[in-house]
C-alpha cells in the first residue's frame, strides 16, 4: 500500500521530526510517497506489469514453438510413409507396363496377324429341320402351357 504525501516538504518536516517514520511505515507494509516518489514508483510498476506481459508472451511463444516442432516431427512420419507408398506404386506401374509390352502384347499382336479364315472354318447351317410331336399327351400339354403363356402377356399388357 502507497500513503501518498501531496507534497515534499511535508515528507521531510516529518522525517525531520521522527527519522523512524519511513521505517515503521514499512513494518507496517505502507510506502510513504511524495508527488515524484509516487512518480517514480508508478513508472516501475508500469514498466513492471510491461516485463510480465513480455515474459508470459516469452513463454507462450517457446510453448508454441515445441508444440510446432512436435506437430512438425509427426508430418514428416507422415510424408515419409506417403513417399513409401508413391515408391512402391510407381514400381508397380513400371513392373505392369514392362509385363505389358514384354509378354501381352507380342502374344496379341501375334493372333492379330493370325487369318481367321484359316484357323475357324466357316459354320455349316443345319440342313435338316427338327421333327414335330405328335403324341397327344405332349400336344395337350403345349396348348395348355401356350394357353398359360398368352395368358400372362396379356394381363402383363393391362397392367401397364
Known amino acids: 500500500?502507497?500513503?501518498?504525501?501531496?507534497?515534499?516538504?511535508?515528507?521531510?518536516?516529518?522525517?525531520?521530526?521522527?527519522?523512524?517514520?519511513?521505517?515503521?511505515?514499512?513494518?507496517?507494509?505502507?510506502?510513504?510517497?511524495?508527488?515524484?516518489?509516487?512518480?517514480?514508483?508508478?513508472?516501475?510498476?508500469?514498466?513492471?506489469w510491461q516485463q510480465d506481459v513480455l515474459t508470459h508472451d516469452a513463454k507462450m511463444l517457446f510453448d508454441l514453438s515445441r508444440e510446432l516442432y512436435a506437430r512438425l516431427a509427426v508430418t514428416a512420419t507422415h510424408i515419409e510413409k506417403l513417399g513409401r507408398s508413391i515408391e512402391r506404386t510407381v514400381k508397380d506401374y513400371n513392373g505392369f507396363v514392362g509385363s505389358m509390352e514384354r509378354q501381352v502384347l507380342p502374344t496379341a499382336r501375334k493372333l492379330n496377324a493370325l487369318d481367321e479364315s484359316k484357323v475357324l472354318a466357316p459354320l455349316a447351317g443345319v440342313e435338316e429341320s427338327p421333327r414335330e410331336l405328335v403324341a397327344w399327351e405332349f400336344v395337350t400339354e403345349l396348348e395348355a402351357a401356350g394357353l398359360a403363356e398368352a395368358e400372362l402377356e396379356a394381363s402383363a399388357h393391362r397392367a401397364d
Request: hydrophobic residues 55%; charged residues 15%.
Open 1 to 48: 500500500m502507497i500513503a501518498f504525501i501531496p507534497s515534499e516538504s511535508l515528507v521531510s518536516s516529518a522525517l525531520e521530526a521522527d527519522p523512524s517514520i519511513m521505517e515503521f511505515a514499512f513494518s507496517k507494509r505502507v510506502a510513504l510517497a511524495s508527488p515524484v516518489t509516487l512518480w517514480s514508483v508508478l513508472k516501475t510498476v508500469a514498466f513492471t
